[in-house]
């Protein structure tokens, strides 16, 4: 018997692509439901070659469901969440919401997998800020050689990480500036098409963005809470992919050499990294894609055992939805979870 999965925020960017992932790797579901808002109740999206029709959230009862992949926004997870939880259906959830809470584990199975143990406190389990997944796959295994000290990251990050409005305005920008029409700016805060702007998520007191404290935050959560790092996030034009600039400062020596060998091995990464033209990954390429790409490792002369890298990954897959189905894997893969219709 397999199990009882709900995906919830299933007409979304990340649930559409939960509903993908699911079917590509075959996870053991006997039956997958497809959640969202009332306005979209009886419409259709694609499991594989099956079309589910979408239920309303509000009021789908979980009791026979083992495992809800959330992804419809942090004011909707603070609501629904604890009450499935308590349905005794395991959260796995995308939004911020849990992130920072104490009995709740955010995981990257490359990272942390034994964190997991703990989720049946809330049964909620949390998924990292897309930024962040990738950021960690790529800096354990370095952390694990090396002893990071310090990681300064610049992101530029894509527009679909904004939702399916996100996407729609870059588009919708783009041709406006084509055909001479007005560009009107909704989503973002200035215009994005041709452009990039270095604010995403809410200002916080001291001036960073919420988007960049969660990298700080989610980095020594999952990592190592001694770890420095600094960040400035950036949206830029790009429809898929996010791409980070990350300068990352050792306690032991390491050569770029060295990097590239221990990524090379390392779980969820791919090193893409000739020193010629196209060489490199850049985010276009990574779209669809599971890996996280490492190109441009390079040694840091200007302080003591430093390196430089380009860490780019697919944000809806690796960054949000894969990382999900990764952990359901985890649960079932550690006997943490037992399907109910089995287990009646
Ligand atoms: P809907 O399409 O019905 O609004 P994205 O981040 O790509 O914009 O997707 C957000 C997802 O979260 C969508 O599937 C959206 O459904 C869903 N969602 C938003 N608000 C709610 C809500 N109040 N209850 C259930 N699902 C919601």
Redesign the pocket.
Known sequence: MGFKIAV????????REMLNILSERGFPADEVVA???????G?EVSFGDKTLK?Q???NYDFSDTDICLM???G??SQ??SPKIGAQGCVVIDNSSAWRYDAEVPLIVPEVNPDAIAGFSKKNIIANPNCSTAQLVVALKPLHDRATIKRVVVSTYQSV?G?????MDELFQQTRAVFVADPVESKKFTKRIAFNVIPHIDNFMEDGYTKEEWKVLAETKKMLDPKIKVTCTAVRVPVFIGHSESVNIEFEKEITADEAREILREAPGCQVIDKHENGGYITPYESAGEDATYISRIREDATVENGLNMWVVSDNLRKGAALNAIQIAELLVARGLIKAKKQAA
Do not use: I, P
């Open positions: 919830a925020g299933a007409t979304g960017n990340v649930g959640l969202a808002s009332a306005r979209s109740q419409t979408v309303n959230l509000e992804s419809a926004g004011t909707v609501k629904y679909s904004a939702g399916k409005e996100g």
